[in-house]
């Protein structure tokens, strides 16, 4: 309990700036060592680190993508680790296609598929091609072409599911999410728009 809180702590003071995974391995296993813990044979390390990563970028990268117009995502991985990801590469699907609620990346883990924001333009421009729906690929590809345990959910709707659990475990109303922080240049112009 001491190294999780001590990671997620130092994850914290490095999201101001850009978390750097070597530094961040150094760390897990120092406080792993200096709470008693046994180190992370590096092959673990490196998965948890890049995993961890990836899963965080994905959940900022679907709400961008989310607010842009464009109305097509595809599915992307320049070096394809699984067969799953080998298939998906490539895609193109509606961004409302329930397909995206159980294949946006990452799928496994050390998944480096990430998901593009595409307008009809850039579609006829590439001779891309929309596939009709996410349901009829997948039986396409067949059963078997599903994501890891564990992953089968967008990072986002992942965490909202979590909550969902606790607030019921706990039996308590759940905490509606709130609009995001805006950042101000001066003191002046938060007063400003406070109409202070």
Request: hydrophobic fraction near 30%; glycine fraction near 4%.
């Amino acid at each position: 309990i001491n190294t999780l809180s001590n990671i997620k702590q130092y994850i914290t003071t490095q999201l101001s700036e850009t978390v750097n995974p070597v530094e961040l391995k150094e760390a897990i296993q120092a406080f792993a060592v200096s709470n008693g813990d046994s180190p992370l044979s590096p092959s673990h390390l490196q998965t948890v680190v890049t995993t961890n990563l990836q899963t965080a970028f994905s959940a900022g990268q679907y709400e961008i993508l989310n607010s842009s117009p464009n109305e097509y995502w595809q599915y992307f991985n320049s070096d394809p680790q699984t067969e799953l990801c080998r298939e998906l590469s490539g895609i193109v699907l509606k961004k409302s296609d329930p397909f995206w609620d159980s294949y946006f990346p990452p799928n496994h883990f050390n998944c480096h598929s990430t998901v593009l924001s595409l307008d009809i333009n850039t579609i006829k421009e590439e001779g891309l091609t929309v596939s009709r729906s996410g349901s009829e690929l997948i039986k396409q590809l067949g059963e078997d072409f599903k994501p890891a345990d564990g992953f089968n959910v967008t990072p986002n709707k992942a965490l909202d599911k979590w909550l969902d659990s606790k607030c019921k475990e706990f039996d308590i109303d759940k905490v509606e999410k709130s609009a995001p922080v805006t950042k101000h240049k001066s003191e002046e112009e938060f007063l400003k728009s406070k109409g202070d």
